[in-house]
């Protein structure tokens, strides 16, 4: 039902340059967990837990999450990355169906917790386990969107299978396990490709970030030399993208990102990962400035977050 080597073994394609490793806890569905497990789907109105809150029936979840996640970190070896998934196996029909998803901060729109679910129906009737979904949502916290739905850059514009973009849902006959079509269990080519693309980018630019903090600390003569290097490796890299070898593009990329980290902590200058467990402010509806969500598919203008599923392709899907 769940296989933990198999999903991380599936997984670590996304991040060829690091190093994965997977505990795994088992708990009771009881208790705090139980309480706000069933938060998360609310049946009536009085099941709702944080009506004050825009995220009413995830927050409870979420900050249960959190302090766990803070605990965690507590323990864990320095500069390690915790990717925290929870695979709930409810031994009652308690939700409609939905397999899974993957959460976000609810404020920047950076990815928190993957959260997997069985019930009985799912598990007998339908085939489900917790290993292909959770592998799925997994791409999904590591940048990876569905087939049916993306974001346009030239456009500025969030698109799914809606309207004028209705023609899009074919995007689900691609060989991925992003898809909705149940047919694979890995990540395509077209999912490296963008992976790699995406990777090759974000080395260069916490690259640049590093390189800003040593500007600010006055220390960029005692870099300079590292970074021509790192340029020439991006020059590189460049090279590479152009050509369509984009794990090529991001190995260059990876290669003269450490140059630039290497340097930069040599010369004294104090490089942190962004911490969203430790930046939250709280998820209330009246705050502002929060990444932008859909309940629908429709195409709306910047980068919007669209929903895992909506009810008719989860009907679609169960139908298969």
């Known amino acids: 039902m769940l296989r933990p080597q198999l999903i991380q073994d599936r997984v670590s394609v996304l991040q060829p340059f690091t190093t994965f490793s997977n505990t795994v806890k088992q708990a009771p569905l009881s208790g705090d967990l139980a309480t706000v497990y069933k938060c998360f789907f609310p049946v009536v109105i009085e099941d709702v837990c944080a009506p004050n809150f825009a995220d009413f029936s995830g927050e409870p979840l979420f900050q249960y999450g959190v302090n766990e996640l803070r605990q965690s970190y507590k323990a864990a070896p320095d500069k390690r990355y915790l990717l925290p998934v929870y695979a709930f196996n409810d031994g009652k029909e308690s939700q409609g169906g939905l397999l899974g998803i993957a959460y976000d901060d609810g404020e920047t729109g950076t990815q928190s917790f993957v959260y997997s679910f069985l019930t009985p129906d799912l598990n007998k009737l339908f085939g489900y386990g917790f290993t292909d979904t959770t592998v799925h949502e997994i791409g999904h916290h590591l940048s990876l969107s569905h087939p049916h739905d993306g974001y346009d850059s030239e456009e500025d514009t969030s698109y799914g299978p809606s309207g004028d973009f209705y023609f899009v849902n074919t995007g689900d006959q691609s060989a991925s396990i992003m898809s909705y079509n149940d047919l694979s269990r890995t990540f395509g080519q077209f999912n490296l490709d963008s992976q790699y693309r995406y990777l090759t980018a974000a080395y260069l630019n916490n690259a640049n970030a590093i390189l800003e903090l040593t500007r600010r600390a006055q220390k960029a003569s005692a870099v300079q030399a590292s970074v021509q290097g790192a340029d020439a490796l991006f020059a590189q890299a460049q090279t590479k993208y152009d050509a369509l070898d984009y794990l090529g593009a991001a190995q260059l990329a990876h290669q003269g990102y450490r140059q630039v ?28 400035g929060k990444a932008r969500t859909s309940k629908t598919f429709r195409t709306q203008p910047g980068l919007v977050i669209f929903p895992e599923e909506t009810a008719a392709q989860r009907r679609l899907r169960l139908e298969r």
């Open 261 to 288: 980290l290497g340097a930069a902590q040599g010369a004294g200058i104090s490089v942190q990962g962004y911490r969203w467990y430790d930046n939250l402010n709280g998820l209330a509806a009246q705050q502002t």
